[in-house]
């Protein structure tokens, strides 16, 4: 698909179940894909940027009509003052005075003009390029906002993802600290624990409530700037499809192959191709001033009186006159010299830019095809980590209610736990944030 072919309007992907809550609240299914499509949907900046293209459209019309001819049409009503009339005796006695010049107080004309560039040294074409460049630059620059804001949208979506899980860690944190508190207060009533274990108990169990507070509220600030890219209303309910533990992104492609797509698909490059063929044309169409160039026109006049017509009467007539003309600057004090030398020196610095540009796109995909490999190797051990911990934490506990444990290897056993947990959905929360910072590398 052609970047100015980027549809604005995305109706069709808001077909998600949606279902009416009492109170007019909706629930929203969504996930990361989605996500990313609203985005592009609902932001402004999509307007901006299509504006934009329209704007540089109408510039290359413009551009264009400068080959075609301009016709002007032009039309007067004179009423002078009275003036004496000046005429000349003829040699007869018996005829009257020549009128040469006439007291004519109302006068009337209509006349068309054309005129036409036959040869302008190259100027309309370099002009007509030139705007052609601006119009892929702007389209180019479109796809860039609909990559920036897709991105933006799956980040937030897997920040939310993140939270939400670290909501339900610091739940279960607090589910088990509570058991143990009722546990550490059954023993006491047996004789087998201290006043001691109890306390420690309940301050795990206050600190796991704070913990839940603090991850819930992070779970709403993430939704809030969820909706917000999203355009929804604050009371939609967002319901996260994905959920970290169940999958994690594919291994990605060779280095190689990935940096041949982003050095194909990121707009930015695209970019500065066009701006830098634009600077192109602009320094032949600075040039061109230096060329003499050939020009065709033509008039068409009816007036009353017609001032072609001698001696002037109060009477219409028409005239008309074709011609075909030439100019030449041949010496401005090297002034289109020197701008085109000044346009040619910004088309080297952009390109000097683009090199640049392209050397950090290529080291951005390694360094995140490095990241997305490194995080999907630590998810396996994450969840290794984590299923040893549960087991400890089962292990403790079950010794400490047969009264074989210190309540302290406990309070390290559901410490550990809890770590190891939120480390689990770090990591798999950390592969899929790698695959998208990856696919913004190379430009999908």
């Known amino acids: 698909m052609k970047p100015q072919q980027l549809p604005l309007v995305l109706a069709a992907s808001l077909a998600v179940a949606t279902i009416a809550a009492p109170g007019h609240t909706e629930t929203m299914n969504l996930d990361a894909e989605l996500a990313a499509r609203m985005a592009v949907q609902a932001s402004t900046l999509t307007i901006s940027a299509a504006d934009r293209v329209e704007a540089t459209q109408s510039t290359v019309k413009a551009a264009d009509a400068a080959r075609l001819p301009v016709i002007s049409a032009n039309a007067t009503v004179v009423q002078r003052s009275a003036v004496p009339e000046f005429g000349v005796p003829t040699d007869d006695p018996n005829q009257p005075v020549f009128i040469l010049f006439p007291n004519i107080e109302n006068t009337y004309s209509a006349d068309l003009t054309l005129s036409q560039p036959i040869y302008t040294g190259g100027g309309i ?37 993140a939270a939400e899980a670290n909501v339900d860690v610091a739940e279960a944190q607090v589910t088990r600290t509570r058991r143990l508190l009722d546990d550490a207060r059954a023993l006491q009533e047996a004789g087998m624990a201290v006043n001691a274990d109890v306390f420690a108990a309940e301050a795990r169990t206050a600190a796991a409530d704070v913990d839940v507070i603090r991850a819930k509220t992070e779970e709403e600030k993430s939704l809030t700037a969820l909706r917000s890219l999203l355009g929804l209303d604050p009371t939609t309910v967002i319901v996260l499809v994905d959920a970290t533990t169940e999958k994690v992104p594919t291994r990605p492609q060779s280095l190689t192959e990935l940096q041949s797509a982003a050095l194909e698909g990121r707009p930015e490059l695209r970019v500065a ?13 600075t040039n061109a001033a230096r060329i003499p160039t050939v020009g065709l026109s033509a008039h068409w006049k009816y007036a009353r009186p017609n001032e072609r017509f001698l001696p002037p009467v109060d009477e219409g007539n028409d005239s008309w006159g074709i011609a075909v003309g030439a ?118």
């Open 125 to 161: 074409a370099a002009n007509r390029e030139a705007a052609r460049m601006d119009e892929s630059a702007a389209s180019w620059s479109q796809s860039l906002t609909a990559l920036d804001l897709a991105y933006s949208a799956r980040a937030l979506y897997w920040s939310a993802v």
């Open 273 to 285: 191709d066009a701006h830098i063929e634009g600077l192109g044309a602009r320094a032949r169409a």
């Open 327 to 444: 100019s030449w600057r041949f010496f401005d004090g090297s002034r289109t010299k020197s701008q085109v030398a000044s346009v040619h020196a910004e088309q080297r610095a952009v390109q000097a830019d683009r090199g640049e540009l392209e050397r950090r796109i290529l080291l951005e995909v390694e360094t995140a095809r490095l990241e997305l490999q490194a995080a999907l190797e630590a998810v396996t051990s994450a969840d290794a980590a984590a299923a040893a911990a549960e087991a400890w934490e089962e292990a403790s506990s079950e010794r400490y209610a047969a009264g074989l444990a210190m309540l302290s290897e406990l309070l390290d056993a559901q410490a550990d736990l809890t770590t190891a947990e939120v480390a689990q959905v770090k990591t798999r929360v950390s592969a899929w944030m790698a695959e998208v910072t990856l696919r913004r590398a190379i430009g999908r």
